[in-house]
């Protein structure tokens, strides 16, 4: 236990995802005048927390191991996949979700229908991988 407990790349991953949610949290409390504590646990929103776990991950490895490291390519191309799929395909997954869920409102309207609505807040636009990146980093160089 006291090895994963000194394990700085697993800490400031962790540490980057809970400062994201926390954030997260705070944003929607600032316009929404509402503790929403779902946002805690949330995916998509402002910062991205998927985009600080990964880019503090491998901000944190580069540090330690370096940037010529097999470690860091790994954490790189891995980084890379989760802020694609973060900015691009879960985004694309959102906007269908709104897209179906107002079509779903007005078949309800009519009484021929009767569902849960979709989740759409899964992806992120490029401006909240962007700081969720930013925020990973700022963690990574600060621990």
């Known amino acids: 236990m006291s090895?994963?407990?000194?394990?700085d790349a697993l800490i400031v991953a962790s540490l980057a995802w809970t400062l994201a949610q926390i954030s997260k949290l705070l944003i929607v409390l600032l316009r929404e005048r509402q503790?929403?504590?779902?946002?805690?646990?949330?995916a998509g929103g402002m910062p991205s927390s998927h985009s600080a776990v990964v880019v503090a991950l491998a901000m944190r490895i580069a540090i330690d191991e370096g940037?010529?490291?097999?470690?860091?390519a790994v954490a790189f191309v891995f980084a890379g996949v989760v802020?694609?799929?973060?900015a691009g395909?879960?985004?694309a997954v959102s906007v269908?979700?709104?897209?179906?869920n107002r079509m779903l409102e007005e078949v309800i309207e009519l009484k021929r229908f009767n569902e849960?609505?979709?989740l759409e807040l899964l992806g992120h636009t490029p401006f909240e991988v962007f700081i969720g990146s930013l925020l990973g980093l700022l963690v990574a160089l600060s621990w």
Do not use: E, G
Request: hydrophobic content about 50%; proline content about 3%.
């Open 35 to 42: 503790l929403k504590l779902a946002y805690l646990t949330s």
């Open 67 to 72: 940037v010529s490291s097999p470690l860091f």
């Open 116 to 118: 849960k609505r979709l």
């Open 3 to 7: 090895q994963l407990l000194a394990n």
């Open 96 to 100: 269908q979700a709104r897209v179906l």
């Open 89 to 91: 395909i879960r985004r």
């Open 83 to 86: 802020l694609y799929d973060a």
